[in-house]
T-cell receptor
Framework: SQQGEEDPQALSIQEGENATMNCSYKTSINNLQWYRQNSGRGLVHLILIRSNEREKHSGRLRVTLDTSKKSSSLLITASRAADTASYFCATDMNTGFQKLVFGTGTRLLVSP | EADIYQTPRYLVIGTGKKITLECSQT?????MYWYQQDPGMELHLIHY???????EKGDLSSESTVSRIRTEHFPLTLESARPSHTSQYLCASSELSGLGENTEAFFGQGTRLTVV
């Protein structure tokens, strides 16, 4: 099964509201990354948080990481209609062969 | 802007045909990946490479094969396409940090394959 699972699977909010997405993973990691995907397109990297970091900010994005619970959250503040997309977490697994494994994704819809 | 390119962007092909999906990057990244994604669904890693002459199978079993003869090029081949291969295929590349960790991955725009 996939390394990462995200919830909720889908989220619908109004512009100006905050959106929170969660990611859980199973094995030890070097870092965790969040990506955005617009419909039918490739993924775009948003933010990377290393295993020894607990919180990171980038513009309206805030990411937290709790390695004891093997979970992360992505908060988008003051959402805009342009934030409508799918959001994925990806874990850089701390195994012999390092590979980037993606979660199941959260589909975010921001209505004007 | 990411310098990783996939061609073709869309492909409709008949059952039994051999196809090659192209992926090229100009960033000099050693690591490259192929993911398969059905519409609205999660990404599944099907192949990855650490560098020239290195290829590994991913978590999802795939009938496709890959090669890495040059750093910048990581093509994916299906010898005999079937309708079950219909999907979106995403190529990505990344590099390792000085600590040996994966840094951000850059993705191509994807190839949407339809086998009829």
């Amino acid at each position: 099964s996939q390394q990462g699972e995200e919830d909720p699977q889908a989220l619908s909010i109004q512009e100006g509201e905050n959106a929170t997405m969660n990611c859980s993973y199973k094995t030890s990691i070097n870092n965790l990354q969040w990506y955005r995907q617009n419909s039918g397109r490739g993924l775009v990297h948003l933010i990377l948080i290393r295993s020894n970091e607990r919180e990171k900010h980038s513009g309206r994005l805030r990411v937290t990481l709790d390695t004891s619970k093997k979970s992360s959250s992505l908060l988008i503040t003051a959402s805009r209609a342009a934030d409508t997309a799918s959001y994925f977490c990806a874990t850089d697994m701390n195994t012999g062969f390092q590979k980037l494994v993606f979660g199941t994704g959260t589909r975010l819809l921001v209505s004007p | 802007e990411a310098d990783i390119y996939q061609t073709p962007r869309y492909l409709v092909i008949g059952t039994g045909k051999k196809i090659t999906l192209e992926c090229s990057q100009t960033m000099g990244h050693d690591k490259m990946y192929w993911y398969q994604q059905d519409p609205g669904m999660e990404l599944h890693l099907i192949h990855y490479s650490y560098g020239v002459n290195s290829t590994e199978k991913g978590d999802l079993s795939s009938e496709s094969t890959v090669s890495r003869i040059r750093t910048e090029h990581f093509p994916l081949t299906l010898e005999s396409a079937r309708p079950s291969h219909t999907s979106q295929y995403l190529c990505a590349s990344s590099e390792l940090s000085g600590l040996g960790e994966n840094t951000e991955a850059f993705f191509g725009q994807g190839t949407r394959l339809t086998v009829v």
